[in-house]
């Protein structure tokens, strides 16, 4: 019986994806509650066939050219920015990852961040841990009401569409922006809009963007200025969308009212200048984090993984070229 092809686990997954992997691979698995680090990676891929990564996990031009048996990079995520999908193209990897799975998850965390922020939920949790809860007063930490209110949601993908959907039991008026109209946002009566339009009339801004070269850094000072000084940013698709010192400079000077951030640029480092400020809310990237979408997950990319050693279509590839 021929030998079954090893496979690198850069971080432990739910268990039942590991099940799947078992029946057709030999696992190396990364047992330790941190990432591998880039030099750590590399070390570890020497005649692998797969590997199931995490968005920590870089492989940029340079390390795929050294690794001659991998076929297959799995991303544990939707995102795969930390792939050069181009590179590995070209050396005729295939490139997966996990669409649709966790799309309900995140736009809880979108809204929850957004509820949270606007009615100063976290900020009442420590007033009344410190014990200076006093009573309730007429005017004791006042937030936004949602019901008729305006949240702009940039990107109209299915996270943007699930926010959406939503917005519509808060009786939300909703605008999008995107590159094209959606007929699932419009179905929900969003009406679509321009970015600088969306971003001065909205109350709440919700990030549902892919990042790439359009949207890294397209919130930035100038279209910060833009918001309503009652504005309330949510960012749940990645830290890179938001050039973070001109959010911090905007919170301080409460140019907006506040902001709910899900991910950062340098993660797990967050810029220290927010943990000093009480009109936002710092959530540690929770977008995916139930325990179900997770083990959907873990069986999306055993799933993807699988396919290509069988020489099927994966059932989320993100460069199908690469099977023809």
């Not at 019986?1 to 696992?27: D, S, Y």
């Not at 991303?75 to 669409?99: L, S």
């Not at 010192?245 to 810029?271: H, Q, W």
Request: hydrophobic share 45%; glycine share 10%.
């Amino acid at each position: 019986m021929a030998k079954k092809p090893r496979v690198l686990v850069t971080r432990q997954i739910p268990e039942n994806g590991l099940a799947i992997l078992r029946k057709h691979f030999i696992l190396d698995i990364n047992k330790l509650d941190k990432d591998l680090s880039y030099r750590e990676l590399e070390s570890r891929l020497g005649g692998v066939f797969g590997v199931v990564a995490m968005m920590a996990n870089r492989f940029d031009g340079e390390l795929i050219a050294k690794v001659d048996s991998l076929r297959v990079i799995s991303n544990f995520a939707v995102g795969y920015n930390n792939i050069d999908v181009k590179a590995a193209t070209g050396r005729g990897i295939v490139v997966t990852n996990t669409p649709g799975v966790l799309t309900e998850a995140t736009a809880d965390i979108a809204f929850g961040l957004l509820l949270a922020t606007a009615r100063r939920i976290v900020e009442g949790d420590r007033l009344v841990r410190s014990g200076k809860f006093k009573g309730w007063t007429p005017t004791l930490l006042l937030g936004h009401d949602l019901i008729g209110k305006k949240i702009g949601i940039v990107g109209a993908g299915r996270i943007g569409v699930a926010v959406a959907r939503r917005a519509t039991g808060f009786g939300m008026e909703i605008l999008y922006f995107s590159h094209r109209r959606n007929d699932d946002m419009e179905g929900l009566g969003a009406s679509f809009a321009g970015l600088d339009e969306l971003l001065k009339s909205s109350d709440f801004i919700s990030l549902n963007v892919p990042l790439n070269g359009e949207t890294r850094g397209m919130i930035g000072k100038k279209q910060i200025g833009i918001m309503k000084e009652t504005a309330i940013l949510i960012n749940t698709a990645r830290g890179e969308v938001v050039d973070e010192p001109a959010l911090i400079s905007a919170l301080k000077r409460k140019r907006i009212a506040g902001a709910g951030l899900d991910v950062y640029i340098n993660e797990p480092i967050v810029n220290k200048e927010f943990l000093k400020l009480d009109n936002v809310i710092l959530s540690p990237h929770l977008g995916s984090g139930t325990l179900e979408t997770r083990a959907k997950m873990a069986e999306l990319v055993a799933l993807n993984m699988v396919a290509v050693l069988k020489g099927e279509r994966p059932p989320a590839v993100v460069n199908p070229e690469v099977l023809k």
